[in-house]
């Protein structure tokens, strides 16, 4: 698969290397894509307008008052005419949110969300504010907070405002990541003026689908993210130039936070306080809180090795449950890339700023086009394996389920047990505690953003798994008769016993080809204890358990007896695959999966015992798959 631009990948990972210097450096991977992907014949003629001015200019350090007195700060970007002056008109305006200080926009290859000049040459002005505690603006920074969530609708009704006399009050928001998620609390507040979005790699439920994924702590990418946000923010504001008091308050705020808020919270989850556990302080935090209130056409960019690879397809299935027009591109991009959409073209409807100037024409400037649903599916998704790119109405929709019994026993380091949908053999496989389990593989990629694979794309062990695989167990099909498509998320249940009362189950889904290859497709993780299920919002498909919910608070925990064996359903992310004939679907299960997640250092001894998966007519241990 052709990559977007080394030069663009590699100043991501040096301006976020250069940011990240005082934390340990981690062992790195790059995702392996599988299949070359299919060229895609382009769906539609609709051509993108051509740029109505030659020009932009910037104003830097807007201030920008919130209700509570706080001032944050945005650099407006207009269109400029030949001499290099603002045109004197009103225009949308596109809103991103950023708390990777807006003076970074434009050189981290996307990590930051880019520049806008595209849509600003083409009659649209561009608003980037820093988010409270961060980059210029006042106040003190606390991640999705309550307070920044409601700062988020009061920044767009002020870009609304007939009061600012470059703004026509119409308004749409971009950006990737943090700057994605900005736009769906914004949108949650309804307010005025705002007519549509465009978040690439949003998160849905910040505790699952990336803090703890399956109750384990992350320690890959949440310490980078935060020592990123951390060290933008203390850079000193450039608008202490000209107004001291508010840029020294911002510095000192900012300063402030870092020590009250950024530091405590990654100790006390370590340590296994109350922010190992899910809560009030997640659920604030998620935009699956507001997802109802949305209301505003949305259009979402996923990536399926991305660190929102389950959250975002939850987006877009509330969306569209709702009747709100959305559309959706996943591709086989990390967070990186799915930030910068560098690739997004090869879904065959244009580049991110063609498909943005479409969306934003028709939903903000209100220009009719009649042939935008015809010409995008309200899906497009990669399909591994295959390398096509597919359409779809629906996430989940059309899918049955089919269940594979583990069957006959594993070891680890050989010994390979079955997969079958016929008659199981009763066995056992022990999971011994690895802790380099996952060091090379195409998880440590993902869940340190995409980062690794700038600087070390070529490993062999990042298109193969079958390394690492040897340090756990294996169970796999014989060769398939017919090729095997699946779309959504993935369950395993599997039964199992610890004589420390605890471990982590380590699910990887893969691919094995004929040649003994394997490529991972997606993978899951359940700390034991955890494993209770909360039947109520968990998912079943044909009556199987496709998409568990577990509580994850610290009433729910509850380690296992002595000798006792009971069933742990693992929450494998969703992915869209496909499986040639010959191949072989199998599952691996690892005590550990570093340097993604560890267990808090309370819990971490209990890790360190193994665990023992079974699988008989008492103790049906399966994997459970969306079909198509």
């Not at 007939?162 to 119409?170: L, V």
């Not at 959250?311 to 991009?333: A, C, M, Q, S, Y």
């Not at 389920?401 to 380091?413: D, H, K, P, Y």
């Not at 494993?531 to 610290?554: K, S």
């Amino acid at each position: 698969m052709s990559r977007r631009p080394i030069h663009a990948r590699l100043a991501a990972a040096l301006v976020a290397g250069a940011l990240l210097s005082p934390l340990p450096s981690l062992t790195s991977t790059g995702p392996a894509q599988g299949a070359a992907p299919v060229e895609r014949t382009a769906k539609s003629q609709w051509t993108p307008r051509p740029a109505t001015f030659p020009g932009t200019v910037t104003q830097q350090d807007l201030a920008i008052p919130m209700s509570d007195g706080t001032v944050l700060r945005g650099d407006l970007t207009m269109p400029a005419d030949a001499d290099g002056q603002p045109v004197a008109r009103r225009f949308p305006v596109i809103v991103t949110i950023t708390a990777y200080n807006k003076m970074a926009n434009g050189f981290a290859g996307g990590l930051t969300g880019g520049s806008g000049d595209y849509l600003v040459q083409r009659g649209y002005a561009h608003l980037t504010v820093d988010a409270r505690g961060t980059g210029s603006s006042e106040g003190q920074w606390a991640a999705f907070s309550r307070r920044e969530d409601k700062d988020a609708g009061e920044i767009v009704e002020w870009a609304h405002s007939r009061r600012r006399p470059w703004s026509n009050g119409r308004i749409g928001m971009s950006g990737p990541s943090y700057l994605g998620i900005s736009q769906i609390f914004a949108a949650g507040a309804r307010p005025e003026g705002l007519r549509a979005i465009f978040p690439q790699v949003p998160a849905y439920d910040v505790y699952r689908d990336v803090v703890a994924s399956g109750g384990a702590i992350d320690v890959g990418f949440i310490p980078l993210w935060l020592g990123l946000v951390t060290a933008t923010s203390i850079v000193p504001p450039a608008v202490t130039a000209t107004d001291p008091q508010s840029g020294l308050g911002a510095l000192v705020d900012h300063l402030t936070a870092a020590g009250t808020f950024t530091l405590p919270l990654m100790l006390e989850a370590l340590l296994g306080g109350d922010a190992a556990y899910d809560g009030r302080f997640y659920r604030d935090r998620s935009p699956a809180r507001v997802i109802n209130r949305v209301q505003v056409p949305t259009f979402l960019v996923g990536g399926e090795f991305d660190i929102f690879q389950r959250g975002t397809p939850l987006l877009f299935e509330n969306l569209r449950r709702r009747g709100v027009p959305t559309k959706l591109i996943i591709g086989p991009w990390d967070h990186l890339e799915g930030s910068s959409a560098a690739d997004i073209d090869r879904a065959g409807y244009g580049t991110l700023e063609e498909l943005q100037l479409r969306w934003f024409d028709r939903y903000v400037r209100g220009i009719e086009d009649p042939t935008l649903d015809r010409d995008i599916a309200p899906l497009t998704y990669y399909e591994q394996g295959s390398g096509r790119w597919t359409e779809a109405r629906r996430w989940m929709g059309g899918q049955h389920a089919e269940s594979f019994r583990l069957t006959g026993s594993a070891a680890a380091g050989g010994g390979v047990g079955g997969l079958t949908q016929g008659t199981a053999v009763a066995g056992r496989a022990y999971v011994p505690p690895v802790p380099v389990s996952g060091l090379c593989t195409r998880s440590t990629n993902q869940w340190t953003a995409g980062l690794p694979e700038a600087a070390l794309a070529d490993l062999p062990c990042w298109n193969d798994n079958a390394p690492n695989d040897t340090t756990g167990v294996v169970f796999q099909t014989d060769p398939l008769t017919r090729a095997l498509r699946l779309r959504g998320p993935i369950n395993a249940r599997l039964y199992t016993s610890s004589v420390s009362g605890d471990g982590m189950l380590s699910v990887s889904v893969s691919d094995v080809a004929p040649d003994g290859s394997v490529t991972r497709l997606t993978g899951g993780w359940q700390v034991v204890s955890h494993r209770a299920l909360d039947e109520r919002r968990t998912r079943y498909l044909d009556g199987q358990v496709i998409q568990p919910y577990h509580p994850f608070t610290r009433a729910a925990k509850e380690p296992l007896a002595a000798g006792e064996v009971a069933p742990v359903d693992v929450e494998v992310f969703p992915t869209a695959a496909r499986l040639e004939p010959g191949h072989r679907l199998r599952i691996a299960v690892q005590a550990f999966d570093v340097p993604h997640l560890l267990p808090s250092v309370p819990d971490l001894p209990r890790h360190l015992a193994g665990l023992t998966i079974h699988n008989s007519e008492q103790y049906p241990s399966v994997l459970t798959i969306p079909a198509v």
